[in-house]
């Protein structure tokens, strides 16, 4: 059973999320602010957290900055705010997902299952080794010619997604909603803005590209 912590202020809310993940399957802890979600974060342990931005005594990304130096499971915010720079900003900060309020129950699941997955390595894929860089999914680590290369969140769920599929064309729409969620399908600006960023840290020639490539229109291929 998956422990989750549900952050919000908004008490039925916090209700409403606390018995329809219940009936899910998930072990629920709540927190009312981002002070008692920092202190249960460390003392719960949860697998994956909930998290609204408006919080009363701190903001959702000055919580996320306190838990990403430790807390390496999935990080879902759930917010009233729809404008793309906060979710940009929300992404960046370390958040795995973005919902925005009001939301379908059915698919907020749907997205903690998808999170869930995503953080979890594949048997016998754990370590994916190229001949500049190496991805360790178990550890969620990169290292480039043995030095530990630090990734955003959004990074790491990007080239996870990519090296799982050594060799295959891995589509625009299906990186778009395994990252960042369906909402953002239409989204690819996204996608070139961080796989320069990833090519930049990762690869010995940004320019010339050897093991993240563009599939012009279509999307994007690793090559080990």
């Known amino acids: 059973m998956s422990r989750v912590l549900v952050v919000d202020d908004d008490v ?14 998930y072990e629920v802890v709540t927190a009312p602010d981002g002070t008692t979600a920092l202190r249960e974060a460390a003392t719960a342990h949860p697998d994956l957290i909930v998290l609204d931005l408006g919080l009363p005594d701190l903001d959702g990304t000055e919580v996320l900055a306190g838990l990403r130096p430790w807390f390496t499971g999935p990080v ?44 979890a390595a594949e048997p016998g894929e754990a370590v994916i080794t190229t001949d500049h860089f190496t ?49 953002y399908e239409r989204e690819t600006n996204y996608l070139r803005v961080y796989l320069a960023q990833l090519r930049r840290k990762l690869e010995p020639d940004p320019a010339h590209p050897r093991h993240l490539h563009t599939e012009p229109g279509m999307g994007y291929r690793f090559t080990p």
């Not at 039925?12 to 399957?25: D, M, T, V, Y």
């Not at 939301?103 to 998808?114: I, K, N, P, S």
Request: hydrophobic share 50%; charged share 25%.
């Open 12 to 25: 039925q809310l916090l209700r409403a999320l606390r018995i329809s993940l219940r009936a899910a399957g």
């Open 76 to 119: 879902l915010v759930l917010s009233a705010r729809a404008d793309s720079q906060d979710k940009v900003a929300a992404l960046d900060a370390g958040a795995d997902d973005y919902v925005t309020k009001p939301f379908d129950m059915a698919e907020l699941l749907a997205r903690l299952r998808a999170a869930v997955r995503r953080g």
């Open 135 to 183: 991805v360790d999914l178990a550890a969620k680590q990169v290292t480039v010619d043995g030095v530990a290369v630090r990734l955003t969140p959004t990074e790491w769920a990007l080239l996870s997604e990519l090296v799982r599929s050594p060799g295959r064309l891995v589509g625009q729409k299906q990186l778009l909603q395994s990252v960042w969620g369906p909402a």
